[in-house]
């Protein structure tokens, strides 16, 4: 599906971004160096169940984005 570049909203991945971001906040003890932070991501990544993807994706909130970025003929939305 083609959308607008200016709708970020739309990218499911952008919340995937931030349950990352929360996951290595919580992180203890905290990574100190790039080697540790890199261990850190993939362990992350690695623990992040597919039926979190899935929901992300699938939401009801995602199709009514879709629907508002339609009727907007891809322009702003409240999202």
């Known amino acids: ?3 607008s570049a200016l709708s970020p909203d ?5 919340h995937l971004w931030d349950h990352i971001q929360l996951m290595l906040n919580r992180q203890q003890p905290r990574p100190t160096t790039a080697a540790e932070l ?6 992350v990544w690695a623990s992040i169940p597919m039926g979190f993807i899935n ?3 699938n939401s009801r909130s995602m199709y009514r984005r879709f629907m508002a970025v339609i009727n907007a003929n891809g322009g702003h939305t409240c999202y």
């Open 1 to 3: 599906m083609d959308w």
């Open 10 to 14: 739309l990218k499911p991945f952008e």
């Open 38 to 43: 890199s261990v850190a991501d993939q362990s």
């Open 55 to 57: 929901r992300l994706i």
